[in-house]
């Protein structure tokens, strides 16, 4: 086995040891909120039902939610991770051992993918006892939601990494991350059909994954009769396929150029030096 496989190997190994640590830390309230609150969204949505169609506003919004899900902490989670890890050295030795950057990348992969999976199950597996999306989806309709939330996290992955390699701290990660997602959450049809937006905000929101992923989901779950509330009033698979994997292919080959970058920056005078300033700051 070369340093590369081995490394690769340590890094899966890591991303799952570190997943099973945050299943048992105060980390998992987050989930458990967020699984309250979509089951909150979902029992007020459920006796209301989507313009032109006999489906309900939940059984909209619950496909969509898992679409939103994933690209969302395949975002935040590896920015907020790996500005982290700046600050407290894990990329300084990582960089010190052969390979050890490529085993770190894999690792943050690893456990990105295993924690956006069990975020999804907080919110899917309550949400099925108000509705039941999957009772008509039948193996086509899974398989189809699998390759739209693999699709999803691919395009917003190496973005994630992008974000935490150009911040110089996690508050700085979680502010380029995460307020832009709210913002873009709030007008990609999640929640609502798109239809509902003004027609300068559904062209904003159609350049972005999110809308995309929550499309995805939905056209992977629900009837084709519920495409009537769509834009075109059509499932646009290969749009949507296309926009995802333009985002994907952009970001994996941007990623390695600036993570490279910040690995050769990175010293142990530097992490010293932020160190100190944050000491300051909180004098």
């Keep these: 086995m070369n340093a590369k496989t081995q490394a690769i190997r340590l890094g899966v190994d890591r ?168 913002g873009l959450i709030a007008i990609s049809g999640i929640f609502y059909p798109i239809t509902a937006m003004p027609g300068w905000l559904q062209g904003v929101a159609q350049v972005f994954p999110v809308y995309w992923a929550g499309h995805g989901a939905r056209a992977a779950l629900l009837p084709d009769s519920a495409a009537a509330a769509e834009l075109g009033g059509s499932w646009r698979i290969l749009e949507m396929v296309g926009v995802l994997g333009v985002w994907a292919v952009v970001g994996f080959l941007l990623a390695p150029t600036i993570l490279r970058r910040m690995a050769r920056r990175e010293s142990g005078a530097e992490m010293e030096q932020r160190r100190q300033a944050a000491l300051q700051r909180v004098r």
């Excluded at 902490?73 to 500005?83: D, F, I, M, R």
Aim: hydrophobic share 50%; glycine share 14%; proline share 4%.
């Design 15 to 182: 991303g799952v040891r570190e997943f099973r640590h945050s299943m048992g830390s105060s980390d998992q309230w987050y989930n458990v909120f967020t699984g309250l609150a979509a089951l909150t969204v979902l029992w007020f949505q459920r006796d209301s039902s989507v313009e032109g169609s006999d489906l309900s506003l939940a059984a909209f919004t619950l496909p969509s939610m898992l679409g939103m899900g994933m690209v969302f902490g395949a975002l935040v989670g590896p920015a907020g991770q790996l500005s982290t890890n700046r600050e407290d050295g894990t990329l300084l030795r990582a960089k010190a051992v052969p390979h050890g950057m490529v085993g770190y990348l894999v690792g943050r992969t690893v456990q990105t993918s295993l924690d956006s999976l069990s975020g999804l199950l907080v919110v899917l597996v309550p949400g099925l006892f108000l509705v039941n999306v999957l009772a008509n989806a039948g193996v086509d309709g899974v398989l189809g939601l699998i390759a739209v939330l693999a699709l999803g996290m691919a395009s917003m992955l190496p973005w994630g990494a992008v974000a935490g390699s150009i911040t110089k701290s996690p508050g700085g990660a979680m502010g380029i991350t995460m307020l832009p997602m709210m």
